[in-house]
């Protein structure tokens, strides 16, 4: 490609969800009498965790909702974890729990995030909200329909609501995901299935991983791995969306040699980081407004 990609401007798109955000947690206020409460559990002392955990809390009370962060210990045992989570979710006030990942080994970290209910569930990591989204697609109901809400995965939604303020038509596209995590690749795929987009989901045991990448028309890196991505398993013309975040900045992709051939791409930071901190807000916001502005 001659020219310049588009870059995919998730700071720009997520400052906009947080403003109607705000909108909505205001009415919920005036109709309810209610601050809704965001609860972030941090488990341990990971100092990464415990930044994100801070900018969440801080999103939070910017569009009017209530912090509430639980501070645990490294030794915490899963069945103290599980007792926690069932007090937050019989919390009137708490319309949304998030459990921040990764959790100190010894932890049953799946009946933790399966603890959390599927309402109140607003980081999407739970099996109901998962089977859900796999199954009847990513949808928000209104407090009137007398339908829970359906909470998707907070970086692949926020994707999905990326690639949508682009007007990326997905219909048709062959989109290559790399890495099959519960909480990323998998729920990744299913959205892009939705969409209909064909879909091949990439992982450790794939062979000739540079070959499939370069079929994709959209591809979405999500490994954990700095610059793993590179500039020639990019085919002319393909959308490259980097959901990898490590240290220094730098995301999963090679963004200078990828961007020689994408039409679209994302930067790291300010791509998809704020695009999952704004879901979560957003869906939070969501869950406030059908516990209490429901009609039915």
Not at 7 to 16: E, F, H, P, R, S
Not at 100 to 116: L, N, S, T, W, Y
Not at 198 to 203: A, G, I, L
Request: glycine share 10%.
């Amino acid at each position: 490609m001659s020219q310049q990609p588009i870059l995919l401007d998730g700071k720009t798109v997520a400052q906009q969800v947080l403003n109607q955000c705000a909108q909505r947690v205001a009415r919920i206020k005036a109709q309810s009498g209610i601050t809704p409460a965001l609860a972030t559990v941090l488990v341990g002392e990971d100092p990464a965790s415990a930044t994100y955990v801070k900018m969440k809390g801080k999103r939070t009370e910017e569009v009017g909702m209530r912090s509430m962060r639980v501070h645990l210990p490294a030794t915490t045992t899963t069945e103290e974890l599980l007792a926690k989570i069932r007090e937050l979710a019989s919390d009137t006030t708490v319309a949304g729990i998030l459990l921040q990942h990764p959790v100190p080994k010894g932890i049953d970290e799946r009946a933790a995030f399966d603890a959390i209910p599927a309402i109140k569930d607003v980081d999407g990591v739970g099996v109901t909200n998962f089977g859900s989204v796999a199954l009847l697609g990513f949808t928000h109901s209104s407090p009137d329909t007398g339908k829970e809400p359906v909470h998707g995965c907070c970086t692949p939604a926020g994707i999905m609501r990326l690639l949508a303020h682009y007007k990326v038509a997905l219909r048709g596209m062959h989109a290559v995901v790399i890495g099959r995590s519960p909480i990323l690749g998998k729920p990744m795929a299913a959205m892009l299935l939705n969409a209909d987009c064909t879909v091949t989901v990439c992982h450790s045991r794939t062979v000739d991983l540079p070959g499939t990448v370069k079929r994709g028309d959209i591809v979405v890196a999500a490994v954990g791995k700095p610059k793993f991505v590179q500039g020639d398993w990019v085919k002319p013309g393909a959308i490259v969306v980097d959901a990898g975040y490590n240290a220094g900045n730098i995301g999963d992709v090679d963004f200078e040699a990828c961007s020689k051939n994408a039409s679209m791409i994302t930067p790291v930071p300010g791509g998809v980081g704020p695009m999952t901190l704004a879901t979560l807000i957003d869906q939070t916001s969501i869950a406030a407004e059908w516990m209490y502005c429901k009609t039915h």
